[in-house]
């Protein structure tokens, strides 16, 4: 059988319930297809300049011994390379380029001079280290490294049907195999990544070695194996190493870390059935959502350990919520939903995607966030690279396989489901014929969505599930003109008919302004609102507002607005504007206490809000998510 082009290979594994249409088949030209696009013409090419530029790739070369020198940067630094050359395969199952082609070859090329005879690559421990090799497993990330390039492998065979770099992959997790697992050499990676990558290695080959030993990595957690002493202070939940996986009933330690070994368990479920793994998965999702999640779908409140905080702890200046994070929920969610067809997963990935995810990417395309705070006093900006640049290539490579999210599929191609709403055209195979659906809207903008079927050879009815965002309060559907009424299945809408060249389907979602409030245990945001509308948090920033909008204040029924418009750099956006009260700043100069008699009145404001995932791409200054309610 030929490689699917998919992130998630499901089409095979007896306890998903869907499957992935390929990237292939989806073509995106909306809010995403923009995304998209930035990444094809300016973030991939900028970053390949990038990895150059700061060593990335010499690393490689000064290991292969085609170049003098020596290690520049962490240990991990390889990840970059690979990372970016899965988004660039990615994005090939869309568009070619040939200028990133050559560069591609060039870095599989520089990866395969670098690799050792027993099949081992890592540029830090070149051929002269090899007796350091394996023996720091707690900080080394040699298995982190490994992961990495095995899920860029994987992704370039799949989309480009060469094994040049899968070859590379193998040879490494072979050796990987060799060493450790049960009777064998019983470490783990202090960061989990390699678990899910095996398993993807295991879809794309079959050989069931690769799914034992991503077995043994997540179950042989909670012994210590993957804890490293050597810096005091940090503890065995920072490995997530301090009890087994499936005995976890919390997100504790380095938030990516975590979520990383949820997405491995998950993948492990979608193969094995293993019900201890799903429980473990439900119970950590619930703490995740109920309790430690941001609005912004952002994870991970300290900064101390990049790591989750205790129940409720979501501080929103000091916020940590790194960019890795949010693409590390997203990812999880989508494998909790292949598994479940449950939309509330897809409503948690939607939250994620266009708040907390995007708003590590600037809107020129070559920018990054790496932590996403909910408050800034104007210092917190994007930069073009990071000493630590986990976070640009992993937002890459979402970016370039999202399509692959777009639209799911039963496994045995008997029903479409339509998951995420983006303006594209989707070729669909079932296993009744096939159909071409074009999506039009201006989602997440507005909530009409209008599906029209182009062209179909459908004998038999096929059934068509919409998701029903969690955040809308009303929704209607219509057929080819007619009202009709629908039952919700965990969250979708079926549409179950022989579908025909030129039916329509028409969904409008209720889309009202929100005024959100926190649990009372989220000790920053008692007495405070955010805005929502749709998928969309807002946030009010200094480049809109004349007064500081730290000490925005809104009445505790505001009256807000919406306007779709154009706005400089950040172009066409729906924005927010209501009446509300701020401080007078000259009141306080040269104070830092005011006798509350003295205090005059706020001033009214006329307040404007833009969304979250947009700020900091205009002029420095003060932003803030969560407003007084006065």
């Known amino acids: 059988m030929m490689s699917r082009k998919v992130p998630v290979e499901t089409q095979k594994s007896p306890y998903a319930l869907l499957k992935g249409l390929e990237i292939s088949d989806v073509h995106i030209y909306g809010f995403l297809g923009d995304y998209l696009d930035r990444a094809a013409n300016v973030t991939l090419p900028s970053m390949y300049e990038m990895l150059e530029k700061e060593g990335r790739i010499d690393n490689l070369r000064f290991a292969s011994g085609k170049k003098k020198g020596t290690f520049k940067g962490f240990r991990f630094n390889d990840t970059d390379v690979h990372k970016w050359a899965e988004a660039v395969s990615f994005l090939f199952a869309t568009k070619v380029d040939t200028e990133l082609e050559k560069d591609l070859d060039c870095a599989i090329e520089e990866i395969r001079a670098a690799q050792d005879e027993d099949g081992y690559v890592d540029s830090y421990y070149p051929k002269d280290k090899r007796n350091e090799r394996w023996t720091d497993l707690g900080w080394s990330h040699e298995m982190y490294c490994a992961g990495h390039l095995i899920q860029a492998a994987v992704a370039h065979k799949r989309v480009t049907g060469k094994n040049s770099l899968l070859e590379i992959a193998k040879r490494f997790a072979d050796h990987i195999d060799s060493l450790f697992g049960p009777n064998k050499k019983p470490e783990l990676d202090g960061h989990p990544e390699v678990e899910m990558a095996l398993v993807e290695l295991y879809r794309e080959t079959d050989d069931p070695k690769y799914l034992k030993l991503a077995d043994y990595f997540v179950r042989a957690r909670g012994k210590g194996y993957a804890s490293s002493s050597k810096y005091p202070g940090i503890t065995r939940e920072y490995f997530v190493d301090h009890k087994p996986f ?166 045995d191609d008997s029903a479409v489901f339509v998951n995420l709403y983006e303006k594209s055209t989707a070729n669909i195979s079932t296993r009744f014929g096939r159909m071409t659906l074009l999506v039009e809207t201006d989602y997440p903008w507005s909530a009409q969505i209008q599906v029209r079927v182009i062209d179909s050879r459908i004998t038999d009815p096929v059934a068509i599930y919409f998701r029903i965002p969690g955040w809308t309060r009303d929704f209607s559907v219509r057929i080819n003109g007619e009202d009709i009424n629908v039952q919700l299945q965990n969250g979708y809408a079926e549409i179950k008919k022989i579908w025909k060249t030129g039916d329509s389907i028409d969904l409008s979602f209720s889309m009202p302004i929100e005024t959100i409030q926190s649990h009372p245990f989220v000790e920053e945001n008692r007495g405070k609102i955010a805005i929502k509308r749709g998928p969309i948090v807002y946030c009010a920033e200094a480049a809109d507002n004349d007064f500081e909008v730290r000490t925005l204040g809104l009445p505790k029924v505001p009256q807000l607005q919406f306007r779709c418009e154009s706005i400089p750099v950040l172009g066409k956006i729906v924005s927010i504007s209501g009446h509300g009260f701020a401080q007078d700043m000259k009141n306080w100069e040269g104070k830092l206490y005011i006798p509350t008699e003295k205090l005059r009145e706020d001033k009214p404001v006329e307040a404007r809000f833009v969304p979250y995932f947009s700020w900091a791409n205009r002029t420095r200054g003060p932003m803030i998510v969560w407003i007084r309610s006065v």
């Open 246 to 411: 499936v005995e976890l009933d919390e997100l504790v330690g380095h938030a990516v870390r975590m979520l990383y070994l949820c997405c491995g368990a998950a993948d492990l479920y979608l193969e094995t059935g293993a019900e201890d793994l799903w429980r473990a998965l439900e119970r950590l999702w619930h703490d995740l959502v109920e309790k430690k999640m941001y609005i912004t779908g952002g994870c991970g409140a300290r900064a101390e350990g990049e790591a989750f905080g205790k129940e409720y702890e979501l501080p929103n200046m000091k916020a940590y919520t790194e960019t890795c994070a949010a693409i590390a929920s997203f990812m999880w969610n989508y494998r909790m939903f292949l598994a479940t067809n449950d939309a509330k997963y897809v409503d948690t990935m939607e939250q994620v995607l266009y708040n907390g995810l995007l708003s590590g990417i600037s809107l020129d395309g070559k920018h990054y966030f790496y932590d996403n705070p909910l408050e800034s006093d104007g210092t917190h900006t994007r930069k073009e690279w990071f000493e630590c640049a986990c976070c640009p290539p992993n937002i890459a490579r979402l970016i370039t396989s999202l399509p692959g999210y777009i639209y799911s599929l039963k496994k």
